[in-house]
């Protein structure tokens, strides 16, 4: 396989989690009665432009895009950190009712609301039809399809080109990532800005994130090489914070390379940074497999031994990283009898691979874990927070990384 941007051939394996399913194909009760597909999850990286990548297999694209039931709103962290950041941007780039913002990926309108209620007018890209339909209810005008350059030049030729194009966490699970950024491009206007948000592979590297890998999620991003796709494509990064979102992300602020803006300091300081934790040496990469091995191993003899007292153990968040989590472990409900999640979307279902029930949190009072392995480490505040009368029965919080931790 080579690269998905430089095109060199690909060499160095960097985690291999063995077989997995696709970790948003929950199951249903009919469901468990057929055939479950797995597929190999396999992360390479290349030693040219050192982006992190899953590795290739027949079918990815019609497998990973379909039912997406996933809805933004469900985190009221999220909701937050959506509404905060459509206040800065709105006054950062002086945006008005003449501006036009796109949201690629828009969701179930999560963020774009922000900008309606302030008569900013604004479209959302949302190919999920359950997602899309949410957003619409709530006057958000949603295009239901994929982006990549052929749409952005359709939107172009309309007359539709972006003073902000938004994407927050959709940069990483592109499988084209050369011809997004391409489209990108295409539908900013001359002095737009596009921002982006990712998971920091620094970050993924220094806590061992390794469960925030999955096969949608193709690849794992240093501003170093974004820097570089963005350049390839007639883009330029002047801006770059860090957010404590997704345990460590950034969020990127592009304009074409020809625009006149100056970078500011944290794009050079950034990219030193990265240098300095070893991003561009291969022993970074070669030495990660055994990490995610001790996290893996410190969980499952943890939850045998409760197992073995008589405890009851159930988890936290039926999200994609519990899935990676739980099917690298071989943990089935034997050990881990059921995932309690608000997502009413997901209750009733089954995670896949480790089929472990999915169900509503208010059962929690009634069923009294002993033990709640909380599985969106991200928003470990918010569910401990929401969730914190369980220490009236003894139950605990654990998390299994980066380090093992056990609440209160
Ligand atoms: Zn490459």
């Given at each position: ?21 696709p970790s948003n194909a929950y199951l249903s009760t009919e469901d468990l009665k057929k055939p479950e597909l797995t597929y190999p999850l396999r992360l390479f990286v290349c030693d040219n432009c050192w982006l992190v990548q899953t590795e290739d297999y027949a079918d990815a694209e019609s497998l990973f895009s379909p039912e997406y039931a996933y809805f933004s709103s469900v985190s009221t962290s999220w909701l937050a950190h959506a509404k905060n950041y459509t206040g800065m941007i709105t006054e950062r780039l002086g945006l008005n009712a003449k501006s036009f913002v796109m949201e ?305």
């Open positions: 396989m080579n690269c998905r941007h430089c095109k060199k051939l690909l060499k160095i394996s960097f985690l291999n989690l063995g077989y997995s399913p690629i990926a828009a969701n179930d309108g999560y963020l774009l609301k922000n900008f309606v209620i302030a008569n900013i007018p604004c479209l959302g890209i949302e190919p999920t039809a359950s997602t899309a339909a949410a957003a619409e209810t709530q006057g958000i005008p949603i295009l239901r399809e994929f982006f990549g350059n052929a749409l952005a030049m359709k939107l172009k030729s309309e007359g539709k080109q972006a003073d902000l194009i938004i994407g927050n966490n959709v940069y990483a699970h592109v499988p084209d990532i050369n011809d997004f950024t391409a489209g990108l491009k295409t539908i900013l206007k001359p002095d737009g800005t596009v921002t982006l948000e990712f998971p920091h592979l620094m970050r993924l590297l220094e806590y061992c994130q390794f469960d925030t890998v999955y096969h949608e999620h193709y690849s794992y991003l240093s501003l170093h090489t974004v820097n570089r796709i963005f350049s390839e494509a007639g883009l330029r990064i002047w801006d770059v914070q860090e957010l404590p979102t997704h345990g460590g992300s950034l969020r990127i602020y592009g304009c074409h390379t020809e625009n006149n803006r100056a970078n500011t300091t944290s794009v050079q300081s950034i990219l030193e940074e990265e240098k300095s934790c070893g991003m561009q040496k291969l022993e970074t990469y070669q030495s990660f497999q055994k990490r995610a091995d001790k996290i893996k191993n410190d969980l499952l003899l943890y939850l045998i031994n409760k197992k073995n007292q008589g405890k009851r153990i159930a988890a936290y968040g039926a999200a994609a990283k519990g899935n990676t989590l739980l099917n690298y472990a071989g943990i089935k409900p034997d050990l881990i009898s059921c995932v309690y999640d608000a997502a009413f979307s997901k209750q009733g279902k089954y995670l896949p691979g480790s089929h472990i029930p999915i169900l509503s949190p208010d059962l929690l009072r009634e069923q009294k874990p002993d033990i709640l392995l909380i599985i969106p480490w991200n928003i470990k505040d918010e569910i401990m927070t929401r969730h914190s009368y369980v220490s009236d029965w003894g139950c605990k919080f654990v998390l299994a990384g980066p380090q093992f931790q056990i609440f209160p």
